[in-house]
């Protein structure tokens, strides 16, 4: 979550906070940045309400009100970021092949033509789904053995 007031803050930023400013803001996806607004990733509804916290309750001994966006945002390098120049020749097809492929919800779009990474963009398997009225199966992978646990045991 970044604002004005709470920008270089959004790693410490709680939970609670986060779900706030998402339904303040009508969204249900919000950028992780640092001070000089550089992405760290990102942080979504499912995470807030899905096994991510509970994952932090278990593993660290925390009380829900001490959960920290840092620990259950999705880190930057594990977001599968796409360059403008591949969008801009490419089908929707294709971008939810890449979605299936590398087992993720969304896909950051970014521009690096002026010598800075700049995000130009975001693609939501679950928008994409709504707008083309079909399901789309993307399955996140799990990286760490806490995720491949936690998919066990549902």
Known sequence: ????RSRGRSLDASIEAA?????????RLLLVADERRCILGLIT????????PMQALRERGLRRGEIL???IMTPRD??????????????VGHVV?????CGRQH?????????????????SASQIACQLGVPLQTT???????????AIAH
Do not use: W, Y
């Open 1 to 4: 979550p970044t604002s004005r």
């Open 19 to 27: 779900d706030k400013a998402m339904m303040r803001n009508g969204v």
């Open 45 to 52: 509804t499912t995470d807030l309400l899905g096994e991510k």
């Open 69 to 71: 966006v840092r620990d």
């Open 78 to 91: 594990r977001l599968e970021v796409i360059s403008l120049a591949k969008v801009l020749v490419s089908e």
């Open 97 to 101: 092949a890449t979605l299936s492929r």
């Open 107 to 123: 896909a950051l779009v970014a521009d690096d033509a002026s010598g800075r990474q700049m995000i130009r963009g975001i693609f």
């Open 140 to 150: 996140e992978i799990a990286s760490t053995f806490a995720e491949i646990e936690s």
